[in-house]
């Protein structure tokens, strides 16, 4: 069954905590994403990487940090310099990165800050 | 100016009659155009993409393109009640697809 898995559904975190998200797929994508959905909003950027050990920043990298050690794994760390992180976090992967290249997306994890 | 902008809504349509949903972007250099269907709570899922002018059909969807006036829009024919959701536009910014941006999409209600 291929598709893209991201854990926890739910993820609390603490007044000055890390928190690392996870995100796989086993489509075979060379490219990932992380975006960001605050309520009654459109999705924005975070990062993105387009092929293994190799990642860019997006629109609101700060606070973030991710890695892409496997083609198949691009988690995201959501650190304590990030002050608003209360947010629905996407993940995507694309077969490539070429314009036509079209996103898909994992089922999301609810971020709180408790 | 945002970057791609779409009406909020709520846009609210009887059931069996065609929604129309419009988004206009900023980018002339833009050449991929993408329709996400997102429920509440849930991940969006790609309902249509396109990259000519004109018109792309796929069953009771329709995109529509015209690239000298910045604007696509997605038509839903005979709309049905599990159509009623948030439509998100996204448009590729610069010569990656990396670099979609998204509007903040149109809340479609159908009423029975």
């Known amino acids: 069954d291929g598709g893209i898995t991201q854990s926890p559904k739910y993820l609390f975190r603490k007044e000055g905590q890390n928190v690392t998200l996870s995100c796989e797929q086993n489509?075979?994508?060379?490219?990932m994403y992380w975006y960001r959905q605050d309520p009654g909003q459109g999705l924005r950027l975070i990062y993105y990487s387009q092929i293994v050990n190799d990642f860019q920043k997006g629109d609101i990298a700060e606070g973030y940090s991710v890695s892409r050690e496997k083609k198949e794994s691009f988690p995201l760390t959501v650190t304590s310099a990030q002050k608003n992180p209360t947010a629905f976090y996407l993940c995507?992967?694309?077969?490539?990165?070429?314009?036509?290249?079209?996103?898909?997306f994992g089922p999301g994890t609810r971020l709180l800050v408790l | 100016q945002k970057e791609v902008e779409q009406n909020s809504g709520p846009l609210s349509v009887p059931e069996g009659a065609i929604a129309s949903l419009n988004c206009t972007y900023s980018?002339?250099?833009?050449?991929?155009f993408f329709w996400y269907r997102q429920y509440s709570g849930k991940s969006p899922e790609l309902i249509m993409s396109i990259y000519s002018n004109g018109d792309k059909e796929d069953g009771r969807f329709t995109a529509q393109l015209n690239k000298a006036s910045q604007y696509v829009s997605l038509l839903i024919r005979d709309s049905q009640p599990s159509d009623s959701a948030t439509y998100l536009c996204?448009?590729?910014?610069?010569?990656?697809?990396?670099?979609?941006?998204f509007g903040s999409g149109t809340r479609l209600s159908i009423r029975p």
């Open positions: 996204a448009v590729n910014r610069d010569s990656s697809a990396s670099k979609i941006i």
């Open positions: 489509l075979n994508h060379d490219a």
């Open positions: 980018d002339r250099g833009s050449q991929s």
């Open positions: 995507a992967s694309s077969i490539g990165a070429t314009v036509q290249e079209t996103q898909y």
